[in-house]
């Protein structure tokens, strides 16, 4: 199994914080090992292209921006990932 | 069953006499407090849905390269039907205009967001009628559309932060193709959330007409600011742009005020000026533009938004 890399994009807002809570939630909850990054710098969250906050990037791809998933969609998406790189 | 169930209430569960103020003056309160509630959810519902189609990314290819008057129509519209909040203002910006959308029509999209909300709406509709509701949604694009076009008459484009220009945009995510499934979800949710945070208002802003009308004197606002002092509205105007908060926010106030004889002139432009200039918003702007564009941008606001409610005072 590859390694993955989640990517939270924010700069800070409540949205952000509660994005990064249910990634986390949804990796333990899927026993994922995965490095979370928090990106807030603005122009390297540009360099993903999206228009609005939280955004959710897994191996530097954007899964969901401007929407705050829940912990089960959350792990929905992680587990598409993985299933793709398998 | 709106009144069935304020009769529950009123005269049932409390035991009231029909015949008191306290009796009618509650019934009045519980019937309008589910009545507003409940448009606020279907028409939230309603525009969330309406709104999932509306992505951001659609609003920025609509409006890249146009300059002309249309693009500021066309941004303040899309302002209104596009989901943002303000904490994403800096990407939406960037993301903007980057991709050639003009710094004037990114600024009618930047200001009709905020300010033309459903929440409003279905405030105004309710306490005051359709009339003054879309009167408010009109004068809101208008505001948009004028204050934007005076951005891009001036070509400020200098004062916008030089790394914006530097920045690299990347392609950004496919469209995610979402199902009706999806977009039912994303409404409810949005619903729940919206009513979560505005509920608290919308009862104050009822309680207020149906409970204090009558108590406090009728004269004082309207010896002050009523409309033989043309120095109203700047002054209203000028209360409210340090004053910060959303549109459901703002509809106590409104009501107190409007019931004790402001003119509606005085009192939408003290609504705008309140949901539109923000210093949150102002803050966070500060990062992609410079202090002295935050000046024009707060000035032009303010005398157009001083129009409107000159305009308003003298028609109606």
Not at chain 1, 26 to 48: C, F, H, N, Q, W
Not at chain 2, 165 to 170: F, H, L, Q
Not at chain 2, 219 to 231: E, I, K, Q, T, W
Request: with cysteine.
């Amino acid at each position: 199994m590859g390694s993955m890399v989640v990517k939270i994009l924010g700069t800070g807002c409540a949205n952000c914080v509660r994005l990064e809570q249910n990634a986390r939630e949804a990796l333990t909850r899927g026993a994922i090992s995965a490095e979370v990054v928090k990106v807030t710098d603005v122009p390297e969250i540009m360099e993903y292209g999206i228009l609005r906050t939280p955004g959710l990037v897994v191996n530097e791809k954007v899964l969901v921006s401007g929407r705050v998933p829940d912990t089960d969609e959350v792990l929905r998406l992680f587990m598409n990932e993985l299933a793709a790189q398998a | 069953m709106l009144t069935w169930i304020a009769d529950l209430v009123t005269y049932r569960l409390l035991h009231l006499n029909p015949d008191t103020h306290l009796a009618a003056a509650l019934h009045f309160f519980v019937y309008d407090t589910l009545k507003v509630l409940l448009m606020l959810a279907v028409i939230i519902y309603a525009v969330s849905l309406i709104r999932s189609f509306f992505p951001p990314e659609r609003a920025k290819r609509l409006l890249s390269g146009r300059r002309q008057f249309l693009g500021h129509v066309l941004a303040a519209l899309l302002g209104i039907v596009t989901p943002f909040c303000s904490c994403s203002a800096v990407p939406l910006f960037i993301g903007f205009v980057e991709s050639g959308v003009p710094l004037g029509v990114t600024f009618s999209f930047l200001i009709s967001s905020p300010m033309v909300n459903e929440v409003a709406l279905v405030m105004l509709w309710g306490l005051f009628g359709w009339r003054i509701a879309l009167l408010y949604i009109a004068t809101g694009v208008l505001v948009a559309i004028v204050g934007g076009w005076l951005i891009g008459y001036f070509k400020l484009e200098h004062l916008v932060e030089e790394y914006v220009y530097k920045i690299k945009v990347g392609a950004g995510a496919a469209d995610e193709g979402q199902t009706w499934a999806d977009r039912h979800r994303y409404a409810l949710d949005y619903t729940r959330d919206i009513l979560k945070k505005v509920w608290p208002y919308v009862v104050a802003g009822i309680a207020i007409g149906g409970f204090i009308h009558g108590y406090a004197p009728e004269d004082f606002l309207v010896r002050y600011a009523g409309r033989s002092n043309p120095l109203a509205v700047p002054l209203a105007v000028l209360i409210g742009i340090p004053l910060y908060a959303n549109a459901a926010g703002t509809i106590p106030i409104v009501q107190a005020l409007m019931e004790k004889g402001l003119p509606i002139g005085t009192t939408l432009a003290f609504m705008m000026a309140v949901t539109a200039l923000s210093l949150p918003e102002m803050i966070i702007l500060r990062r992609v533009i410079k202090l002295k564009l935050i000046g024009i941008f707060v000035g032009i606001m303010a005398v157009t938004i001083i129009a409107v409610g000159y305009l308003f005072n003298a028609v109606i």
